[in-house]
């Protein structure tokens, strides 16, 4: 399975921005659908979760980001809005197929003050 994330760039306070992650390969279920993001010193946290129909946010982005999937397209979304400078990151993609996780390259998210 090949993860493939997009869609990241400089945007101001208050902005909003939309990732995507597509996956490729031997997929037959995706049991799994997450997006972490990784601040610079900081440790890779789970901020969105897409599982069984059910989405969890971390409170930090709670009410302001949105996670949704594509299923004909094996893809995911990432909807961020009233964006703030420590929303700054790079942001990855992940999803679990057959019990094994899978990660995509990461994509930066910048919000500048």
């Known amino acids: 399975v090949q993860l493939q994330a997009s869609g990241g760039g400089l945007v101001q306070d208050g902005g909003s921005l939309r990732i995507s992650c597509a996956a490729s390969?031997?997929?037959?279920?995706?049991?799994?659908m997450g997006w972490y993001r990784q601040a610079p010193g900081k440790e890779r946290e789970l901020i969105a979760a897409?599982?069984?129909?059910?989405?969890n946010y971390a409170d930090s982005v709670k009410g302001r980001f949105t996670i949704a999937r594509d299923n004909p397209k094996n893809s995911m979304y990432l909807q961020m809005n009233n964006l703030k400078p420590e929303d700054t990151a790079v942001y990855y993609c992940?999803?679990?197929?057959?019990?094994?996780?899978?990660w995509g390259q990461g994509t930066q998210v910048t919000v500048s003050s």
């Open positions: 992940s999803v679990i197929v057959s019990s094994r996780q899978y």
């Open positions: 390969g031997r997929i037959f279920k995706i049991d799994f």
């Open positions: 897409l599982s069984s129909g059910s989405t």
